[in-house]
């Protein structure tokens, strides 16, 4: 079994000005693996740490996870300050350099499709968050109440809270989309991903929108102002966040070989 292995961090156009001076995964050397009209981001990584069951055990440390990603996404950051790249997923793993130029033949393509995709533009997100707690409070008591048996009526209660949130909830699902819709004119391509774990992304009431947007630079400006304009007249609590190398966008499927 192999020692080590080569880990990826992004592809390039191979006649792109990449000069991978940044420290890679626990410090180690970046370098350019090249084939045909394609280049790599790659650098040696621990065998034990990386594959499948070394990942299926450091996946679950959240220092090794933070860590890990802190190093991956600094790579790609750098590398994108100076061309179009696209980014691969975390833990991207080849038995070695030969097998990386073995993808990138295979996948050239596809591979230049995303890089032409991303040129000249840059990623941008967008998060939408909804405060329920109104509509959670305890109903207006009403005379019929009162006449009520005490405990048929806190039934009622709770039975009319739960409806009350359920419709503020959807109403705001609904008013996500909307923003959705209204942003992704403004962009190249867009992408809806799940809503990010609360605990871990420490936010406040229910996340209705994580969206990300490929969007022109030259529209950038045009972007922020129109999510600036969407933070001032919505119910919601909006908050952008970028500009980040395209990571959503960068959807060729690789195979860790």
Do not use: C
């Not at 129109?226 to 966040?241: C, K």
Request: proline share 4%.
């Amino acid at each position: 079994m192999a020692e080590t292995l080569s880990y990826v961090y992004a592809i390039s156009r191979a006649d792109a000005d990449l000069r991978p001076e940044v420290a890679g995964i626990a410090g180690a050397e970046v370098r350019l693996v090249t084939s045909g009209a394609l280049a790599a981001l790659v650098s040696t990584v621990p065998a034990d740490e990386f594959d499948e069951l070394g990942l299926r055990k450091n996946l679950e440390d959240m220092r090794w996870l933070e860590t890990t990603v802190r190093e991956h996404n600094r790579v790609v950051d750098t590398a994108a300050a100076d061309s179009t790249v696209a980014p691969l997923a975390l833990a991207t793993v080849y038995y070695n350099d030969a097998r990386v130029q073995t993808a990138l033949a295979e996948q050239e393509p596809a591979f230049l499709d995303v890089l032409e995709l991303m040129t000249g533009r840059t990623e941008w997100g967008v998060k939408a968050y909804a405060d329920l707690s109104k509509s959670a409070a305890q109903p207006a008591e009403s005379e019929a109440d009162t006449a009520e048996r005490p405990g048929k009526a806190y039934l009622g209660k709770i039975r009319e809270r739960r409806e009350g949130q359920a419709e503020a909830e959807q109403e705001a699902l609904e008013q996500a989309g909307e923003i959705h819709d209204a942003l992704s004119e403004l962009a190249q391509a867009s992408r809806l991903h799940p809503p990010q774990n609360r605990e871990l992304a420490a936010y406040r009431g229910l996340m209705v929108l994580n969206g990300a947007y490929l969007v022109d630079d030259e529209r950038s400006a045009e972007f922020a102002s129109a999510v600036d304009n969407i933070a001032r007249t919505s119910p919601l609590r909006t908050e952008l966040t970028g500009p980040w190398a395209p990571y959503s966008f960068a959807v060729v499927a690789t195979e860790r070989t």
